[in-house]
């Protein structure tokens, strides 16, 4: 599967942007797998921002960013999507998106299989 993140950009402190994550390729399919978003800024570790599970139904969300991001996605359309809302200069980051490798998961105990190509994120202040 690939996985390939869009939306990325330059945005003041405060403002706003949509991330996009598009999966394609055969073997897997999309509405089976939960979806993350992870960044990761020079220097740092990878850090796992969200999660959705295969329905949609669930959510996850580390502290640093919960109530101002929201991870949603659309099977019919193979696509995951992170709002980020009230940017921080600290969220400066690159952003990928991965899928979970297990099918069907209901726990949260996420194990990702597949990471995509990242996109920039600048929060200036």
């Known amino acids: 599967v690939q996985l390939q993140a869009s939306g990325g950009g330059l945005v003041q402190a405060g403002g706003s942007l949509r991330l996009s994550c598009a999966a394609s390729?055969?073997?897997?399919?999309?509405?089976?797998?939960?979806m993350g978003w992870f960044r990761q800024a020079p220097g740092k570790e990878r850090e796992h921002l969200a999660a959705?599970?295969?329905?949609?139904?669930?959510?996850y969300w580390t502290d640093s960013v919960k109530g101002r991001f929201t991870i949603s996605r659309d099977n019919a359309k193979n696509m995951v999507y992170l709002q980020m809302d009230s940017l921080k200069p600290e969220d400066t980051a690159v952003y990928y998106c991965?899928?979970?490798?297990?099918?069907?998961?209901?726990?949260?105990?996420?194990?990702?299989?597949?990471y995509g190509r990242g996109t920039q994120v600048t929060v200036s202040s």
């Open positions: 390729g055969s073997g897997r399919t999309f509405s089976y797998y939960a």
């Open positions: 991965a899928q979970d490798g297990m099918r069907f998961r209901t726990d949260e105990f996420y194990d990702y299989a597949y």
């Open positions: 959705i599970s295969f329905s949609g139904v669930s959510t």
